[in-house]
């Protein structure tokens, strides 16, 4: 039987794609009894200061934003979040024909050249390679299953 390499390489992708979006990936990292100090808080900054405060006797965070990615770290979320767009997006569905690498790095740069998060998505296009295309996909099931 001929191996599917596109094919294997598109499963791999979205398996990657899949374990980026489990929800342990976007939790808080702190105690429950943290946790639940800060749902109930309408400043959440403060209410993890005041925790720390009151825990240690000391202002270990000197802005309520710096408490805040101490058990959120919102960058961390969205440079995952653009990790996979750079995958879904430019990798495994591409809109247009891509003749080459170099090709796709200034398709991809032309179109996240405002992104915050531009970066995250040309390292990944840079790492993962050539794009997948539906009708490569399909070409190669064809080879292998050709009285489909």
Known sequence: ??????????????????????????????????????????????????????KSGKDIFSTDEEAIRSVFDKD??????????ALTFYVLSPMDKIADKHQQIEYVKDRT??????????????????????KDLEDEFMEVCPDM
Not at 113 to 134: H, K, M, N, Q, S
């Open 76 to 85: 961390d979320i969205f440079c995952r979040l653009a990790f996979l767009k």
């Open 113 to 134: 050249a405002r992104d915050p998060y531009a970066d995250v998505i040309l390292d990944t296009v840079e790492l993962f390679g050539e794009p997948i295309y539906v």
């Open 1 to 54: 039987m001929e191996l599917m390499v596109k094919t294997d390489r598109c499963v791999n992708l979205l398996k990657e794609i899949q374990l980026g979006l489990w929800a342990y990936c976007f939790k808080i990292h702190c105690s429950d009894k943290l946790a639940e100090t800060i749902k109930d808080a309408n400043n959440k900054g403060e209410a993890i200061r005041q925790y720390y405060r009151d």
